[in-house]
């Protein structure tokens, strides 16, 4: 995707496997937006770019023209879109949920790792 002069730029801190992160994506797919998907999991130099410019550690962080939406969900951050005239209001469906994370179950899942249950 490019973006036009009219278009918002978005750089989107996010982790790899992350359902809060999967959210951001999915708005963003929703509204056919043009953003940077940085990776805060794998690149310490995203990770500590998102803390200075957030001023905290929390993801997913989301910066559309320069301001910054920190700790957000997919939910927030389609509300400030549209709010913001970024984005026109649509019926399109996403496929993962907006407004939560993963379970540990999940987490595991899609990193290929076996989860541990430590009751007995």
């Not at 982790?15 to 809060?20: N, S, T, V």
């Not at 056919?32 to 690149?43: C, G, K, S, V, Y």
């Not at 130099?45 to 962080?61: A, D, T």
């Amino acid at each position: 995707m490019s973006t036009s002069p009219s278009s918002p730029k978005i750089i989107a801190y996010l982790k790899p496997h992350c359902g809060w992160s999967g959210g951001v994506r999915a708005v963003m797919a929703k509204y056919n937006l043009a953003f940077e998907d940085r990776d805060i999991w794998n690149d310490m130099n995203q990770r500590v770019e998102m803390i200075q410019k957030s001023g905290q550690e929390l993801s997913p962080c989301v910066e559309v023209n320069g301001h910054m939406l920190a700790d957000v969900s997919g939910d927030e951050v389609e509300a400030w879109l549209l709010k913001n005239g970024m984005a026109k209001p649509s019926q399109a469906k996403v496929g993962v949920p907006t407004d939560r994370g993963c379970s540990d179950e999940e987490h595991a899942a899609q990193r290929g790792e076996i989860p541990v249950n430590f009751r007995g």
